[in-house]
């Protein structure tokens, strides 16, 4: 092989490996937007505002949470599950307790559960679209509102689908550069 024909293999295998970690580092984001926009895996969606159409049919929602381990946090839904009609908007709480002697900041991720029913699951406002900062033994009730949009009933996959679960898992997140301040023990300088 002459030394031109060296180069271009060469050439030719630099740029395959640039454009793997290229594809590899898009991989996430793609696929996280790919979920968001089907449903697929379980995501929902996230509506600016109710459901114009409200159908006779109902449904059951069912709540459960979980942490991540190590989460050392305690937290659960404040109901087990209610039923709703089709496109009603519901309320659920959930509960988390920080039981340790310092500040602690979580995210939570979700799921729904049969993934069919994600693209359909519509959330108005979630805790889940914010980082959450519990200081040392506090108990917060954190809000849910969503519905199930009408067209659900039209997808053959989805329309036999007689209860969703809605999963939560928290995450221990690093705290904000503005929370750090205040985990940390205060001294008394006059000691």
Same mark, same amino acid.
């Given at each position: 092989m002459s030394a031109t024909q060296n180069n271009r293999t060469a050439f030719r295998l630099v740029g395959l490996v640039a454009f793997m970690l290229a594809m590899s580092a898009a991989a996430v984001p793609f696929y996280n937007w790919f979920c968001r926009v089907t449903g697929f895996g379980g995501v929902t969606s996230v509506a600016e505002q109710a459901s114009e159409r409200v159908l006779e049919r109902t449904i059951t929602i069912r709540f459960d949470a979980s942490l991540e381990?190590?989460?050392p946090w305690e937290f659960r839904p404040l109901q087990r599950e209610m039923t709703l009609k089709i496109g009603e908007t519901g309320l659920a709480f959930y509960e988390a307790y920080n039981p340790t002697d310092h500040v602690i900041a979580g995210t939570a991720s979700y =799921?729904?559960?049969p993934f069919s029913a994600g !693209? !359909?699951? =519509?959330?108005? *406002?979630?805790f889940c679209f914010e980082m959450q900062v519990l200081q040392p033994g506090e108990r917060v009730e954190m809000p849910v509102s969503f519905f199930v949009d009408p067209e659900f009933v039209d997808d053959p996959e989805a329309k036999y689908v007689n209860a969703i679960t809605l999963s !939560?898992?928290?995450?221990e997140t *690093?705290?904000?550069p503005d929370k750090v301040s205040l985990s940390k023990p205060q001294t008394n300088p006059l000691n």
């Amino acid at each position: 092989m002459s030394a031109t024909q060296n180069n271009r293999t060469a050439f030719r295998l630099v740029g395959l490996v640039a454009f793997m970690l290229a594809m590899s580092a898009a991989a996430v984001p793609f696929y996280n937007w790919f979920c968001r926009v089907t449903g697929f895996g379980g995501v929902t969606s996230v509506a600016e505002q109710a459901s114009e159409r409200v159908l006779e049919r109902t449904i059951t929602i069912r709540f459960d949470a979980s942490l991540e381990r190590g989460m050392p946090w305690e937290f659960r839904p404040l109901q087990r599950e209610m039923t709703l009609k089709i496109g009603e908007t519901g309320l659920a709480f959930y509960e988390a307790y920080n039981p340790t002697d310092h500040v602690i900041a979580g995210t939570a991720s979700y =799921n729904v559960a049969p993934f069919s029913a994600g !693209y !359909y699951f =519509n959330k108005i *406002d979630c805790f889940c679209f914010e980082m959450q900062v519990l200081q040392p033994g506090e108990r917060v009730e954190m809000p849910v509102s969503f519905f199930v949009d009408p067209e659900f009933v039209d997808d053959p996959e989805a329309k036999y689908v007689n209860a969703i679960t809605l999963s !939560y898992t928290f995450h221990e997140t *690093d705290l904000p550069p503005d929370k750090v301040s205040l985990s940390k023990p205060q001294t008394n300088p006059l000691n």
